[in-house]
């Protein structure tokens, strides 16, 4: 039976890309709603690696699991970088996607595509409640802001995220094209590698 691995989210569409991102990776993933538990879902560091680290460490301490949180944001060069890791809360905890495109639509108005540079970047942490340790991943991918949101398929930014490579916005690409290039798949990874690992050392404890 293999050990349980808590994804500290409710997020519908994130869960779903870490089922198809973790498929074979040797660990149960359940979710803070199957183990009936509520985590405090305040993002208050100023890194992606802080958010990523207070989520998986508080999992772990709910849970008595490994626990893996993750932080990611848009960053976008002609807004210096913003919203980076305030992503989430760009406007607002309330304010709609369709609110934000417009305002980032708003603040590009007249900038060159070329200028329209971006990426998405994703920190994942895993904590082992035994040793409490966190293991930290990575990944990136870059592209450009497109002029209208475009595509059903995603969530988030992902409709104003263009991907050139695809001729695509991130919204357009079907799951497996977007689970291979994707700055989650690309922390995933990483985050793969240390569960191995850790798999390795619950098998042996």
């Known amino acids: 039976m293999s050990p349980q691995l808590l994804l500290a989210t409710n997020n519908p569409g994130k869960i779903a ?10 660990w149960e993933i359940v979710t803070p709603r199957d183990l009936g538990i ?3 879902a305040k993002e208050t560091g100023e890194t992606y690696e802080a ?6 460490q508080r999992g772990a301490q709910a ?3 490994v626990t893996l949180g993750d932080d990611s944001g848009l960053e976008i060069e002609a807004m210096g970088g913003e919203p980076g890791v305030h992503s989430a ?7 709609s996607y369709e609110q934000r495109f417009a305002e980032i639509e708003r603040r590009l108005a007249g900038v060159r595509r070329e200028r329209r540079r971006a990426r998405f970047r994703c920190v994942i942490a895993v904590a082992d409640p035994r040793t409490g340790a966190v293991r930290l991943a990575e990944g990136d991918v870059f592209g450009l802001i497109a002029e209208a949101p475009r595509g059903e398929g995603g969530f988030g930014y992902d409709p ?5 490579q695809h001729s695509a916005t991130m919204a357009e690409l079907r799951e ?9 798949a690309r922390a995933v990874a990483g985050a793969r590698q240390i569960l191995k690992e850790l798999l390795y050392e619950h098998q042996r404890a």
């Open 17 to 26: 890309e870490y089922d198809a991102l973790l498929n074979g990776c040797g």
């Open 38 to 40: 509520e985590l405090d």
């Open 51 to 56: 958010n990523a680290t207070m989520k998986a």
């Open 63 to 65: 849970s008595g699991l």
């Open 89 to 95: 809360r760009f406007l607002g905890e309330d304010a």
């Open 160 to 164: 104003i995220f263009w991907v050139p």
């Open 176 to 184: 497996h094209q977007k689970n291979i290039i994707s700055h989650r």
